[in-house]
């Protein structure tokens, strides 16, 4: 059910104004998406672009009001629980315990203490002098996607003290980043998708580039495999076993610039900017086929997938909230 946008940008108001473990990974869950029923809209009013859940309450993103936080636990009743007094562009999220960390296009990395999420407060913040895009955190360091700035990779071991620990200037634009195994893969715009070996975090080394033919705009790696989101080419499927020697598996088209990727099993999720969210089977990764097309009339632009729910960040229209069925 549709929750009315009246009653959300009210309820956001009256708290901004009364206001003074890592996130949850759906790895290796095996649900099978044959259907997709929509459960509710969070309309902030705002812009939606990423979101990050954490039992009954989702951290949205908003690229012109901050970091808001909404209380799902009645999909049918969404409540807001934060929304910040002073609004900056958010981007990108990562929950660690008791801690956002936030990707801001207009002021660097910020983390917030979200211990108590009615009185979430900033903790500090690092500014590069470039937009943060993507965060994602591992081991007391933040690995940052500042688009043009490259990667900064931060000692976040102290949370009111981030420090520089090393940057990469990227071939192209780091537009969001996936770390796994040491191994940090970078969608790196209209370069392709940039590796980087990052064992040592003070001497990260370049391994190697995929060029896509197209802007890559997120990855998701799963199984030595890597799903790009390749603008207006759509799905790209890269085998990266062999990280030195990435090559192409299959593609599938994915009407109107893909944006955002997220890989569960057999099943891949496609954000597409003026498509909807596809739901791809790539069981024959040479072969990529779409089960599930799904037009979310809006911008759709990043997805993530939790238990039985899909959570689609779609831009003006708010945040979808799809059960599988």
């Excluded at 044959?34 to 902030?44: A, D, G, H």
Aim: charged share 15%; hydrophobic share 45%; proline share 4%.
């Amino acid at each position: 059910m549709k929750i009315t946008i009246t009653t959300l940008i009210v309820a956001i108001m009256l708290i901004a104004t009364g206001c003074g473990g890592s996130y949850d990974d759906a790895r290796g869950q095996a649900n099978t998406t044959t259907r997709l029923e929509l459960v509710t809209i969070v309309n902030t009013a705002g812009n939606v672009a990423d979101m990050a859940v954490k039992g009954n309450l989702i951290y949205i993103c908003d690229k012109s009001k901050g970091l808001l936080i909404v209380d799902v636990a009645d999909p049918d009743n969404p409540i807001p629980v934060f929304a910040p007094e002073e609004r900056f562009d958010a981007l990108g999220i990562q929950l660690v315990g008791d801690y956002a960390f936030v990707a801001s296009n207009t002021a660097g990395l910020q983390i917030f203490d979200v211990s108590d999420p009615a009185q979430t407060m900033l903790v500090s913040s690092f500014d590069y002098n470039w937009d943060a895009h993507d965060v994602v955190v591992q081991d007391g360091y933040a690995y940052v996607a500042f688009n043009i700035g490259g990667i900064v990779i931060l000692d976040v071991s102290d949370i009111v003290n981030p420090t520089q620990v090393s940057a990469m200037d990227t071939p192209g634009n780091a537009k969001n980043i996936f770390l796994q195994d040491d191994v940090l893969y970078v969608a790196d715009g209209n370069s392709g998708l940039a590796i980087y070996s990052v064992s040592d975090v003070s001497n990260p080394l370049q391994l190697n580039t995929y060029t896509s033919g197209s802007e890559v705009r997120d990855v998701y790696v799963q199984d030595g495999i890597a799903y790009l989101a390749s603008d207006e080419a759509g799905l790209q499927v890269v085998d990266v076993n062999n990280v030195n020697s990435p090559s192409l598996l299959g593609a599938m088209p994915a009407e109107g610039n893909a944006t955002g990727v997220f890989a569960r099993g057999d099943q891949v999720y496609i954000a597409s900017y003026f498509g909807g969210l596809f739901v791809a089977d790539v069981e024959h990764p040479q072969n990529p086929g779409i089960l599930i097309h799904e037009p979310t009339y809006g911008a759709a632009k990043k997805v993530f997938v939790k238990d039985d729910l899909v959570y689609v960040a779609n831009g003006n229209t708010g945040l979808m909230i799809y059960q599988i069925l």
